[in-house]
């Protein structure tokens, strides 16, 4: 999944959300310096990422993308996916989705000094452009895809993506659905053992 799924799937533990976004930024064990219970998002994130690799919707929609995208084709569902959630927020939360994300960046101001360098660097452009809410449209997306893209140096040809998405978009969206509710079901019980 991608960033607003990790965030949204913390539930509303601050610390949590914390260490679910930044996990990806943090290499093996090196987080034992941080509070407990943002080493508990690391944790909980790096499960997340395990349960989806392997769950049998997930890997039917790679199979969609696999032979224009190859190992690529993973990171592609994941901000395909978090597309699907932001569309369909409301089913999801109370919260508006603009309000939660707007409080999400505060939160993540506020902890600003246990972040990643790389976090630092990348949260000024993931503010302004609005990236979480925007989310919700094609036009959010597409841009997402075409950022990724450039971060390969054009090698992943990910920019492709919004074609497929609207190519697959009613599939891809039942896969989102199918494969959601178990992942809420699996992120509640790891919350608990963490």
Avoid: C
Wanted: hydrophobic share 35%; glycine share 4%; charged share 30%.
């Amino acid at each position: 999944m991608n960033f607003l799924a990790h965030i949204y799937l913390s539930n509303e533990n601050e610390q949590i959300k914390i260490g679910n976004f930044i996990a990806d930024s943090i290499k093996g064990n090196k987080y034992t310096h941080l509070p407990e219970e943002v080493q508990k998002g690391i944790k909980l994130h790096r499960e997340i990422d395990q349960f989806t690799d392997t769950h049998k919707t997930v890997r039917k929609s790679k199979r969609r993308l696999h032979e224009r995208y190859n190992h690529y084709d993973g990171v592609i569902i994941d901000i395909l996916y978090d597309h699907y959630l932001a569309k369909n927020w409301q089913f999801y939360s109370d919260i508006p989705l603009k309000i939660y994300t707007q409080n999400f960046y505060l939160l993540l101001k506020r902890n600003y000094d246990i972040l990643p360098d790389n976090i630092k660097k990348l949260m000024p452009y993931m503010i302004q452009d609005d990236w979480l809410y925007n989310y919700s449209n094609l036009t959010g997306i597409e841009k997402v895809l075409q950022g990724m893209n450039r971060r390969t140096k054009n090698k992943s040809q990910m920019h492709l993506a919004i074609e497929d998405l609207k190519t697959h978009y009613d599939a891809l969206e039942k896969d989102f659905e199918n494969f959601f509710q178990d992942l809420i079901t699996f992120t509640n019980t790891k919350l608990k053992e963490l």
